[in-house]
């Protein structure tokens, strides 16, 4: 089976300070739907893996939630386009639990979910702590330079080496080629 797992604010949809409290403030970069339909024609399954402490936060319910993800299905079916599932952390950063990223547990959910050989898994993602989880549980982290990618390339140079991107269509275009390469 071949999987990508993608962070969801900055890499498919664009990220905001004030966070996505909202169907109406949910808005897809240029490409990158797209891309998850590129990459779904090429055989692979996508999931993706969030943090969404703002339900945390008392800014948006879990029901809001719903209808932002229901706002992205409902765009990717026309492309041909499908995400397999989506799983998020609600929880508040100072909670410290295992299911938010830089922590591993959401990667671990998605791989005993789904019988997923995380070191054959791509995790895309643009702030450090999307590449420590992908680092920790095993996965291969691709970064891309939308959302906060620039950001955290330039404040954490030691995380050079990881393969970096444009956005979301790039990816898709050098793991497809990638993919048909071997």
């Excluded at 664009?14 to 970069?29: A, F, L, R, T």
């Excluded at 409902?74 to 929880?91: N, T, V, W």
């Excluded at 979910?113 to 895309?124: A, N």
């Excluded at 330079?145 to 269509?169: Q, R, V």
Aim: hydrophobic letters at 35%; glycine letters at 6%.
């Amino acid at each position: 089976m071949t999987a990508i797992i993608l962070d969801r604010d900055g890499v498919i949809n664009y990220d905001s300070d004030h966070y996505i409290k909202s169907p109406d403030e949910w808005h897809p970069i240029p490409g990158s739907l797209n891309a998850i339909a590129e990459l779904n024609r090429a055989g692979f399954k996508i999931y993706v893996a969030t943090n969404q402490s703002g339900i945390s936060r008392g800014l948006y319910t879990l029901d809001t939630l719903a209808l932002i993800h229901a706002k992205l299905h409902d765009a990717l079916s026309p492309l041909g386009g499908k995400i397999e599932e989506i799983f998020f952390c609600p929880h508040h950063p100072d909670l410290k639990c295992y299911c938010r990223k830089p922590n591993p547990g959401m990667l671990f959910e998605i791989r005993n979910k789904h019988h997923l050989k995380l070191e054959e898994t791509y995790f895309v993602g643009d702030t450090i702590t999307d590449i420590k989880a992908a680092l920790t549980a095993g996965c291969k982290p691709l970064l891309v330079l939308t959302g906060n990618g620039k950001t955290t390339l330039t404040k954490h140079p030691e995380y050079a080496s990881i393969p970096y991107f444009e956005d979301l269509a790039s990816v898709a275009s050098h793991v497809i080629s990638s993919k048909n390469a071997s």
